[in-house]
């Protein structure tokens, strides 16, 4: 449909107005795209198929997630996660460390089944996700990636998105807990003040607690997080630990770790290498049993 469209622009326009046209759609396109990254709205696919109907309800409370010797490459591409084996019991805290290309951000999206693994399972309370359709699934995730975005709009806008019967009172309530305050007291406007582009600029750590904010809006039993690269300052890095603990409560979390202070509360730290776990503790335990570990702690920031 939209090689069509824009063949049609190309068609009946000069092309100074043909590209401009191209250029307002593809950016529409994108707004369309993160709209429902956010929402995590099934895309039409063929793999959307409706649950079958031996495949048992998902319970509601926090979920277990458990990859069971899952294996992947992105299509066309060479393997990149051999046998991954390793379970998030729900209500617990895991977090994935590893050097660039390990294969952290990939586990992510898989449970999102934003690809489908190509070997062994992955099972949200020991149910395999392909047996789930994707919109049961994503209304069980919360996804917050590293380059988080912002929608143009309001601070309102942003977070009503995921929850949007929430009052004025839990909107501030949510933003008190990440850190966030401060953005509806900026300005007379309150939480009518516009962000994104065209509005207040927020830093990465602060888009990224937006999104927490989001996360803890709608409330899914189970939270994908992939932690910024970026250095933080003290502050910001203070502040994310805070929101991160908010958004812990009773909830399963998977967490891409980049920096020491996330890694050392949480229950299990699942260290990859090359696309296959090298080792799986506690802090203490792999501060003495893993090599790699160390030598990713020793640097203080764990950054893939
Ligand atoms: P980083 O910490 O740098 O983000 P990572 O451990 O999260 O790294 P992934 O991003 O999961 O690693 O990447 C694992 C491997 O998959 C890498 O070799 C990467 O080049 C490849 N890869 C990642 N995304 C894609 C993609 N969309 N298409 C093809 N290959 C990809």
């Known amino acids: 449909l939209v090689a069509f469209v824009m063949f049609l622009f190309f068609l009946v326009l000069p092309l100074g107005q043909a590209v401009h046209a191209y250029t307002q759609l593809q950016s529409g396109l994108g707004a369309l795209a ?163 582009e065209g509005g207040v600029l927020l830093s990465g750590g602060e888009r990224q607690r937006l999104a927490i904010a989001r996360a803890l809006l709608a409330g899914p039993p189970v939270l994908l997080l992939d932690e910024p690269t970026s250095n933080l300052d003290a502050r910001n890095e203070a502040a994310l630990r805070r929101a991160i603990d908010a958004v812990a409560v009773r909830r399963t979390l998977l967490i891409v770790a980049h920096r020491l202070s996330t890694v050392v509360d949480a229950d299990q730290i699942v260290v990859l290498d090359g696309g296959r776990v090298v080792a799986t503790g506690t802090h203490d335990e792999l501060t003495s049993t893993s090599p790699l570990y160390r030598e990713l702690a020793t640097h203080q920031l764990l950054v893939g």
């Open 34 to 196: 993160r709209i429902e990254e956010i929402l995590a709205v099934p895309g039409e696919g063929a793999d959307d198929r409706p649950a079958p109907v031996t495949a048992r309800p998902v319970a509601t409370g926090p979920a277990a997630v458990e990859f069971d010797r899952v294996g992947f490459g992105y299509p066309g591409g060479p393997p990149v996660l051999h046998e991954v084996s390793f379970t998030v019991p729900a209500g617990t805290r895991t977090a994935l460390v590893g050097p660039s290309g390990a294969g952290k951000s990939t586990l992510l999206a898989l449970v999102e089944r934003f690809y489908e693994v190509t070997g062994g399972t992955l099972r949200l309370d020991g149910v395999d996700v392909r047996d789930l359709p994707r919109d049961a699934l994503r209304a069980r995730l919360g996804y917050v990636e590293q380059e988080a975005p912002v929608l143009a709009g309001t601070l309102r806008d942003n977070l009503l998105i995921t929850a949007p019967d929430a009052t004025d009172d839990r909107l501030r309530a949510v933003l008190d807990e990440v850190n966030l305050g401060h953005l509806a007291e900026r300005t007379a406007d309150g939480l009518d003040v516009q962000v994104g």
